[in-house]
């Protein structure tokens, strides 16, 4: 786990911003902990009502995000797949990603990645956000989304800075 060359994340407002959260249900305690990382950053963000909405799991976020995106200036997608000892893990964390890259640029809707896909508990754990954590993913996908989202709204009216 690096985390150098992480840009600096000075929070921006974005109270005016519709932002809709999906978050995966399989393994409890990571995901908590990476949906209170977006949550914290939605608020010093200053997003206002973010709507949350649960799934099943890493598989399914893509069909949700792309519901949603239509009507929302960013969707962040949290979820977490530990690889096992099939084939299986491969198959839906590859089937997430093509799956929120294409809604993305389908959509022209920033969608936050916030899908860790991890050889073991640990490094889950190492990266969902809790106190004990090295690092915070929930609130890293949600950042990423808003200040690409407000980037393409600059980009709409005819200026980027």
């Not at 519901?67 to 089937?95: E, K, M, S």
């Not at 991890?118 to 956000?129: I, M, S, V």
């Amino acid at each position: 786990m690096s985390g150098a060359g992480a840009p600096e994340d000075k929070p921006i407002d974005c109270h005016d911003l519709r932002v809709a959260v999906i978050a995966a249900s399989w393994h409890t305690q990571v995901m908590d902990g990476l949906l209170a990382g977006a949550e914290r950053c939605l608020k010093a963000y200053k997003v206002e009502a973010p709507v949350i909405v649960r799934v099943p799991g890493a598989f399914e976020l893509p069909v949700v995000a792309a519901n949603l995106a239509p009507t929302y200036d960013a969707v962040i997608a949290l979820g977490v797949v530990i690889r096992g000892g099939t084939p299986h893990f491969d198959y839906v964390c590859n089937a997430a990603t093509d799956g929120l890259n294409r809604v993305a640029i389908d959509s022209l809707t920033p969608i936050g990645f916030g899908l860790l896909t991890c050889d073991d508990e640990k490094q889950a754990l190492d990266r969902a956000g809790l106190p004990d954590s090295i690092e915070d993913k929930g609130w890293e996908a949600t950042s990423a989304a808003l200040v690409t989202a407000m980037t393409l709204r600059k980009m709409r009216r005819g200026f980027v800075e």
